[in-house]
């Protein structure tokens, strides 16, 4: 069984930036990709980006290219969503997970989700 415990997130302007921490933990978690995805009000929920535990190869959504980055603490089984040059249309509930793939269908696990709202 793989958990998932998220932090950070909250409110910030249009431009600003924020950082979410996912904790995981399970004998079998460095067997899956983490990844992070969200969703806004109304809509579906999305891929944002994702990280392998060995070697750390990223991939993200053209959305947020050049603007998140996925990083890991391979020592604390820990990933991390670094969120810079937000804007208002980032607003979602971000959830971290784990699984052997980008797609929502190959996701295993999933974290408790953590609210990011950015203001204009």
């Known amino acids: 069984q793989v958990q998932l415990v998220e932090s950070g997130g909250g409110l910030v302007q249009a431009g600003g930036s924020l950082s979410l921490s996912c904790a995981a933990s399970g004998r079998t978690i460095s067997n899956y990709r983490m990844g992070w995805f969200r969703q806004a009000p109304g809509k579906e929920r999305e891929f944002v980006g994702s990280?392998?535990?060995?070697?750390?190869?990223?991939y993200y959504t053209d959305s947020v290219k050049g603007r998140f980055t996925c990083s890991r603490d391979n020592a604390k089984n820990t990933v991390y969503l670094q969120m810079n040059s937000l804007k208002p249309e980032d607003t979602a509930v971000y959830y971290c997970?784990?699984?052997?793939?980008?797609?929502?269908?190959?996701?295993?696990?999933w974290g408790q989700g953590t609210q990011v709202t950015v203001s204009s």
């Open positions: 997970a784990a699984g052997v793939g980008i797609t929502l269908k190959s996701v295993h696990y």
């Open positions: 990280i392998t535990w060995s070697g750390g190869e990223t």
